[in-house]
Every structure is written in structure tokens, then in C-alpha cells.
């Protein structure tokens, strides 16, 4: 079946230089291709394929080879942006399950009969008292007697002056005396 078909797509900001076109009468398909190599060259490759003989290449190379480090950087493109996909959240009914109910097990609690130990019968043990010496001390001297003399005599001494005596107060209230206060003789006043 004949065909011819060619496209090329050119863009220098982002390394991208390649074309592919081709012509075929239904028996021999002829066509070349070209792309540009990450070194700067550009590959050129023209083709012949039949039936008969299969697929023939020629392949070539234009330019020179740039062995620079890092890719052409084309102009700055925003990322692209989503809105977040609203989905409602499902949500289910909570099951209602009764929950099962067991009777309690009824088993007898066991009953062991209280082990018959025979409990050895030990006499409790007598100790004699012990027999002590009870201590005896000699008898203590009575007092001494010692013979009476005669009792001592002590000088008498003279008797003192006598009491000064002083002149006897009003028998009225004083001016600074209290009601209820006396004047006392030896000085000062008693209550």
C-alpha cells in the first residue's frame, strides 16, 4: 500500500532538532530521518527497505562534536497546578450485632477431705531449780559510846543602844498620802 507521510519538530531552547519523512509505491519503501545527538552533531540516516533485499541504511553525521557538560535550558515554565479532588468520605452504618450472651458453666467446686496426720505427742521438758548458797555477811560493829564532858559556856555580850526614836507623825492625812496608806517607822509608808 503506497504511502508519504514527514514531520520535523524544531526547538533550539530545549536540545530538540529531529525530522522523519518517507515515500513508498507499495513495494520499496524509501525515507530518511534525522536527530540531533546530545554532542551537538546531528545524525542523518536515509534508508531503503523491499521485500526482497530488507532493510539498507546510510548513515551520516553533520557538525562537530561539543562535549559541553549540562543540557540547554529552555525558557522557565510554571509546574502545573491541580485543585485537589474533592471526594465526600464515605460513610457506613456501624452493624448492629447483638452480643453473645453465654451462661455461666456450672461445676461443683471440688472438696478434698482434710488430710488425718497423726500429731506426735512430745512430753514437755522439767528442769530442776537451781539450788543457791544464800550469801551471808558479818554483823557490823554497833556505835562507838564516847564519855560525856562537860557542855561549853559562851561569853554573854552587852546589850546594844536601843532603838533611836523619832518624832510621831500628825495623825491626820497628808496632802500626797493615800486613803488606806499608813506611815510605817521605819520609814516609808504600808498599805
Known amino acids: ?22 515515500v513508498s509505491d507499495g513495494d520499496v519503501t524509501k525515507g530518511e530521518y534525522r536527530i540531533q545527538l546530545p554532542d551537538g552533531r546531528t545524525q542523518i540516516v536515509k534508508y531503503t527497505a523491499d521485500w526482497k533485499s530488507g532493510f539498507h541504511a546510510q548513515v551520516k553525521y553533520e557538525g562537530t ?24 468520605s ?31 505427742s512430745r512430753p514437755s521438758p522439767s528442769y530442776p531449780a537451781p539450788s543457791r548458797p544464800s550469801p551471808s555477811f558479818p554483823s557490823v560493829p554497833s556505835k562507838p559510846s564516847f564519855p560525856s564532858g562537860p557542855s561549853p559556856g559562851y561569853p554573854s555580850f552587852p546589850s ?32
Open 1 to 22: 500500500m503506497p504511502f508519504d507521510f514527514n514531520y520535523a519538530v524544531k526547538e533550539p531552547q530545549f536540545g530538540n532538532d529531529y525530522s522523519h519523512n518517507a
Open 65 to 88: 562534536p561539543n562535549y559541553t557538560p549540562g543540557r540547554p535550558t529552555g525558557p522557565a515554565r510554571p509546574a502545573p497546578s491541580y485543585p485537589a479532588p474533592s471526594r465526600p
Open 90 to 120: 464515605p460513610s457506613y452504618p456501624a452493624p448492629s450485632r447483638p452480643s453473645p450472651s453465654y451462661p455461666a458453666p456450672s461445676r461443683p467446686s471440688p472438696s478434698y477431705p482434710a488430710p488425718s496426720r497423726p500429731v506426735p
Open 160 to 191: 546594844g543602844p536601843s532603838k533611836p526614836s523619832f518624832p510621831s507623825r500628825p495623825s491626820g492625812p497628808s496632802q500626797n498620802q493615800i486613803p488606806g496608806q499608813k506611815y510605817a517607822p521605819n520609814g516609808g509608808y504600808k498599805y
